[in-house]
C-alpha cells in the first residue's frame, strides 16, 4: 500500500534519480524487459467475467488455494507470495485483481465487486469450494468473498490486512494537485524503477513499509525474496489504475460486516509493519467467530523472517480446516 508521502518523494526522488545519467535508461530499459519477459513466462489466461477480462495463472497441484495479491501486484505478485504452498504440495490459484495487468477496471471496481468476480474465475476452474490467502490491500477482497459467498468459501486467511480499525483517523482527501502528482508517479515505469535503483532503502521503509535494517540483518534468501517483491511492481504503469484503487479503498478502509463470516478464519500480521496492520488483524479475529490470530514481533509489511514459518503455519491451518 503506497502513502501519498511516499508518492512524493518518488516523484522528486526519483525525478532527480533519473536525470542523473544516459546510462541509467540503457538500465531501465534492460529491468523493463527482464520484467516483461518474468510477467509472461507465468503463461497467465484470461477469463470473462461479469465485470470484463479477468486475468489468472496459477501453480503446482492440489488442494488448490486463492491468492489474492495485494497493493502493485497482479496475479505474479500472488505467485510470488504463495511459493511456499506449491512447495508444500497445494495448487496455488492467483487472479489480478480489477486494474492489475490484464484485468479489467470496471466503473465500479468496489472489494465486492471483485468478490463476485472470484466467483466467475471459480466457476469457469469448475473449483466449488476454496480456502482464499488475502495479503495486504487484497485482504479487502478476500473478506468480502468469505461474506458474499459463505459457501464458496472453504477458509479465510488475511495476511497484513489492510483493513479497517475502530477508532482509527480517517485519511484526509487529496487535493487535485496532490492527485495529479500521485497520478503521474504512478503513471511512470521509469520513475518507479529510478527510485527502486537509487534509493532502495527509502523504498522498503516506505512502500513495503518495513524498517531496511531488517533486510540488511536478514538471511541472502529473504534479501532476495523481499527484492523480488519490489521489483515485481514493474512495470507500475501497467498496475496503475488497481494502485490508485487501492489508494482509495486501502488508504481509508470501511467496516465490514464480520461478524457475518462462517469459514475457519486465521489472521496473520507483523507488529512492526509501519502500516499498522497489526491492530486490523487484531479486529478480524476477535468479530470473527472462533477466529484464530497470528502475530509476529518483528519483520515488517513483508514478514522479513517468517516466510517459511508463516506458510507452514497456513498449510496446516489449511488442513485442520478442511472440509
Known sequence: MLTRRTLFALAAGGTVAALAAGWLRRRYSQALDAARARIAGYRATTINSRFGPLQYAEAGTGVPVLMIHGSGGGFDQGLLF???????GMRVISPSRFGYLGSAFPADASSENQADAFVDLLDALDVDRIAVIGGSAGALSAIAFAIRHPDRCSALIPVVPATYVPDRPSARPWSPGQQHVVEVALG?????????????????????????ALLAAASADERSRVQAVL??????????????NDMRLAGDPQPMPLKRITAPTLAISVEDDRYLTADAARHIAASVAGA??????????????????????????????AS
Do not use: C
Not at 188 to 212: K, N, Q, R, Y
Not at 305 to 316: K, L, Q, T, V, Y
Open 292 to 321: 484464530r490470530l497470528l502475530l509476529y514481533p518483528t519483520g515488517g509489511h513483508v514478514w522479513i523472517g517468517h516466510n517459511a514459518e508463516m506458510f507452514s503455519a497456513i498449510r496446516d491451518f489449511l488442513k485442520e480446516t
Open 188 to 212: 511512470s515505469d521509469f520513475l518507479f524503477w529510478a527510485a527502486i535503483s537509487a534509493m532502495p532503502e527509502m523504498m522498503i521503509g516506505s512502500v513495503l513499509a518495513t524498517d531496511p
Open 231 to 244: 521489483d515485481s511492481i514493474l512495470p507500475v504503469s501497467e498496475r496503475t489504475q488497481g494502485l490508485l
Open 82 to 88: 504463495a511459493a511456499p504452498l506449491v512447495e508444500l
